[in-house]
């Protein structure tokens, strides 16, 4: 998730909203492509091929999450400059 969860942390209501979307977003996105990928293994016994398959969701939400990270560092470096 873009946004990490600290416990004692106090969070308002659009951040709680931003997170489950976030995820709820995710989750679609990852059973999409276990559908896709189960029509494929139909009938094939090629674990190699369901874990290859299972890194490169991983590793596209990984980027996803970093990108997300770096437009947000980007917009508080602008927001600090604009305002100094």
């Known amino acids: ?7 004692g942390a106090t969070y308002t209501q659009r ?3 931003d997170i489950l979307s976030e995820f709820s977003s995710f ?5 999409k492509k276990f559908k ?3 029509r ?7 674990e190699h091929e369901l874990w290859v398959n299972v890194y490169m969701i991983s590793n596209d939400y990984a ?3 970093s990108c997300k ?3 947000l560092q980007e917009q508080m470096q602008k927001s600090t400059t604009t305002t100094t």
């Open 15 to 17: 951040d709680i909203i």
């Open 40 to 46: 494929e293994l139909e009938g094939k016994a090629n």
């Open 1 to 7: 998730m873009a946004k990490m969860l600290r416990e």
């Open 63 to 65: 980027e996803e999450v």
């Open 27 to 31: 989750k679609d996105r990852v059973i």
């Open 36 to 38: 896709g990928l189960s």
């Open 69 to 71: 990270r770096l437009r």
